[in-house]
């Protein structure tokens, strides 16, 4: 069965502090795994697409890289806007269109 | 800048109304969905669609139905709720390629009392 598992499921930082958050998943076979950023009363907002294992993208302080197994999201310096809860999610080769998601992980950036 | 727009943002229903939740895309997208996020549970497809008049059931269709008869726009309908429907709805809209990203609402939260 396709999974994905988000942990840990809060994080919370000082301003500047770095840390990851990961993502491990389970498909027959991977398409594409993005990145979600989710603010409170809001849609989720596309990061990254990452598509096969070594492959990394960043955007101003953070980083997803993806191994065959799992995913990361590094945060550099963070600071308190980066506060929100980010969603991590995988298409499989079968399913079509479907995306499956990850509970989240919910991060607060204290300054 | 894609714009999907749900109707409403919150919506207080009893059990057993009939509830019509709407999304409008503006980008002639060919894909949109249905998706219910729940605390702990991430987000959970309901119903898609790829093209006008034609879906696809998600992994928890039951209790729901949907109807897509322009290309736009993207109902979920509720046929008789339960408080168990008690939910944050996401519609979301894509082209008609793989790996693509999706586009969000900014949802409707329902409760059913």
């Known amino acids: 069965e396709d999974q994905v598992t988000q942990s840990p499921e809060a994080l919370r930082l000082q301003e500047g502090e770095s840390s990851s958050l990961n993502c491990s998943y389970t498909v027959s076979g991977l398409r594409g795994l993005f990145w979600y950023r989710q603010d409170p009363g809001k849609g989720p907002e596309f990061l990254f697409t990452?598509?096969?294992a070594g492959e990394e993208k960043e955007k101003e302080r953070l980083k997803a890289t993806l191994t065959k197994k799992e995913s990361f999201l590094h945060i550099t310096a963070p600071k308190p806007e980066d506060s929100a809860t980010y969603l991590c999610?995988?298409?499989?080769?079968?399913?079509?269109?479907?995306?499956?998601f990850g509970a989240g992980t919910r991060l607060f950036v204290k300054a | 800048d894609v714009k999907v727009t749900q109707s409403s943002r919150y919506l207080v229903k009893r059990t057993g109304e009939k509830v019509f939740l709407e999304c409008v895309q503006d980008?002639?997208?060919?894909?949109m969905f249905w998706y219910r996020q729940d605390p702990g549970l991430g987000l959970r497809l309901i119903y898609f669609?790829?093209?006008?008049?034609?879906?696809e059931k998600g992994d928890i269709p039951e209790g729901y139905s949907v109807s897509r008869e322009k290309k736009e726009r993207f109902s979920l309908i509720l046929e008789s709720a339960s408080t168990n429907q008690t939910s944050m709805y996401l519609c979301a809209s894509n082209t008609g390629s793989t790996n693509e990203k999706l586009f969000f609402g900014s949802g409707t939260q329902l409760s059913v009392l």
């Open positions: 990452l598509y096969s």
């Open positions: 669609s790829y093209d006008v008049k034609m879906k």
């Open positions: 999610a995988v298409q499989p080769y079968t399913g079509g269109f479907k995306t499956i």
């Open positions: 980008m002639d997208h060919e894909n």
